[in-house]
């Protein structure tokens, strides 16, 4: 679980996205989390204190003067053990409270009276009008140059009517947002890109060759490099799988379109992982019509043509990324992974124990370098994946 451990406080004040933070509540205690919720008078009318409290599993405080805290000083008891503030939805007003230092009701005073080091995170969450306004605007660019940390907001449609800038962030997207403030962000400001999932060769226009690859490793290694800083670029064969918070995407079929994909990305990386399942070769007699099966000829006989193989490709290239490959054996991984490594001469590569990997959400690694070789023991694969990228960033030059 992502935020195991973690106590998080979430502040909620006055505005209609708070229907939301209801959905965050649940995400968040999923994720491990625990959520002490704090609202506003204000919040108080667009979602009741039960709701939070039955969601959160918590009393909801929303009175400076609550008498439930023994020494009655809810504004500094509550935050001293907390790992994270959040305020979702933030309103303009509670911008402008925070930016001024306002302390005239529990959220705004446990804010201005958290410790020096706590993480204080806002999801913005106002009219199009209100957000573009100079005055805000100016708030939330003094919101940042004092250390706190802005989610969103994401644009389109409003719940007054209106379109534009000022959505809340979606409860997922707040929730990947505060899972990757945790994470220490050892790739700030590097290029990576990503191969994952597997390919697809066409026979014909409705049939083709791939294989089991569900591409979860590779889709967990571009959420982990992102949330330690880094810009990912993953191109995907055909996979099942939402394309990570914050990383572009792109979609492709072939092993000839993913290597072209990969050849137009490739300035200006400073890593490259190819864990994609690439089909080795394509059906090089591929009909451009639907084959039928009373055609006189019988059975098709299908020809083969080899595929450009990626890493191969980008590791020869003079001005090379950190280039990263994987490997699935079904057998004498050690011995493979290693003459594998330095027949794609690559200084890093991931060797999958067992072949049994295809779709399953944990995974166990070994690490073949020119020092020799490192177990990661099983785990989840987001896990893993942050492991593997430790030891990369770990590799590169600062
Ligand atoms: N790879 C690639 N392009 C290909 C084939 C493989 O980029 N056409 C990458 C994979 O993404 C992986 C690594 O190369 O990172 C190893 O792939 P694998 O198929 O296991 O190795 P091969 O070199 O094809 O060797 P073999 O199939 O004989 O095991």
């Known amino acids: 679980m992502d935020l195991a451990g973690k106590k998080i406080v ?6 209609i996205a708070c229907y939301k933070a209801a959905e965050l509540t649940r995400a968040l205690g999923k994720a491990g989390a625990s959520v002490q919720v704090v609202m506003t008078q204000a919040a108080t009318q667009f979602i009741t204190p039960v709701t939070m409290q ?34 979702a939805p933030c309103s303009t007003d509670f911008i402008s409270k925070l930016v001024h230092g306002a302390c005239d009701d529990l ?4 804010c201005i009276a958290r410790p020096a080091h706590l993480p204080l995170l806002v999801a913005p969450a106002m009219n199009v009008e209100m957000w573009q306004n100079p005055a805000t605007q100016r708030n939330v660019a003094q919101l940042q140059a004092d250390g706190i940390a802005l989610l969103g907001p994401d644009t389109g449609a409003q719940a007054c009517g209106e379109n534009g800038m000022g959505r809340m962030l979606e409860p997922e997207q707040l929730l990947e947002q505060i899972i990757a403030s945790f994470q220490p962000k050892i790739l700030a400001g590097k290029h990576v890109l990503l191969t994952a999932g597997p390919t697809f060769e066409p026979i014909d226009p409705v049939r083709g060759i791939t294989n089991l690859s569900s591409g ?26 939402d394309a990570p918070f914050g990383v572009q995407r792109i979609e492709v079929q072939t092993a000839q379109q993913m290597h072209d994909a990969v050849l137009e990305q490739l300035t200006g990386q400073d890593v490259f992982i190819a864990v994609a399942a690439v089909a080795d070769w ?39 990324p950190y280039c990263v490959g994987f490997a699935a ?7 493979y992974g290693e003459q594998k490594r330095q027949r794609k001469n690559i200084p890093l ?18 690490l073949f370098d020119a020092l020799g070789h490192t177990l990661l023991p099983r785990n989840d694969k987001q896990a893993l994946a942050r492991q593997l990228i430790a030891v990369i960033a770990s590799r590169l030059p600062h």
């Open 282 to 320: 394509r059906v090089a007699n591929a009909s451009a019509q639907k084959l039928k099966k009373d055609d006189d000829d019988g059975a098709p006989v299908l020809e083969f043509a080899q595929n450009p193989d990626i890493l191969a490709t980008v590791a020869a290239l003079p001005k090379r």
């Open 54 to 87: 039955a969601l959160s599993g918590k009393p909801v405080y929303a009175d400076q003067w609550d008498a439930r805290i023994a020494n009655n000083m809810a504004h500094i008891d509550l935050s001293r053990d907390a790992d994270a503030i959040v305020i």
């Open 216 to 241: 979860k490793m590779g889709y967990a290694i571009a959420r982990a490099a992102r949330q330690a800083g880094a810009i990912v670029t993953l191109i995907s064969g055909p996979t099942a799988l």
């Open 349 to 366: 590569l991931v060797g999958n124990i067992g072949h049994h990997t295809f779709g399953k959400d944990d995974n166990e690694l070994v």
């Open 107 to 110: 959220l705004s005073t446990l």
């Open 329 to 335: 054996e079904s057998e004498n991984l050690l011995q």
């Open 10 to 15: 979430l502040g909620l004040t006055g505005g």
